[in-house]
């Protein structure tokens, strides 16, 4: 079993910055590498949406292409969203989200490893 912890949610100004992480591991995963390893977020009363995906490339949705970065460090099983040019609509759970293989998939249940989840609130 693979598991997931995400970090690095918290309160920010719009047009501010944050950076939220996701740790992998568990007795079956041998590297991050063997992962697509995505992010996906959900509002209050809307439903959970991809945000952007690394496996065999980088993907990302359209509302966030330009302002979020996703990256990884496979060492540390780690990949990170670093996210820029916050505004409210950003505001919403975000969550790592991990399948085995290369290929990025928007629609989450196509997923079936997910972490906590990780409040991301941005004021105007």
């Known amino acids: 079993q693979v598991q997931l912890v995400e970090s690095g949610g918290g309160l920010v100004q719009a047009g501010g910055s944050l950076r939220l992480s996701c740790v992998a591991s568990?007795?079956?995963?041998?590297?991050?590498?063997?992962?697509?390893m995505t992010w996906f977020r959900q509002a209050p009363g809307r439903e959970r949406e991809f945000v952007g995906g690394?496996?065999?490339?980088?993907y990302y949705a359209d509302s966030v292409k330009g302002r979020f970065t996703i990256s990884r460090d496979n060492a540390k099983n780690t990949v990170y969203l670093q996210m820029t040019s916050l505004n409210p609509e950003d505001t919403a759970v975000y969550y790592c989200?991990?399948?085995?293989?290369?290929?990025?998939?928007?629609?989450?249940?196509?997923?079936?490893?997910w972490g906590q989840g990780t409040q991301v609130t941005v004021s105007s």
């Open positions: 690394s496996g065999g490339g980088t």
């Open positions: 568990g007795r079956t995963f041998n590297s991050l590498t063997s992962l697509t």
């Open positions: 989200a991990a399948r085995f293989g290369t290929v990025v998939y928007s629609i989450n249940w196509q997923y079936d490893l």
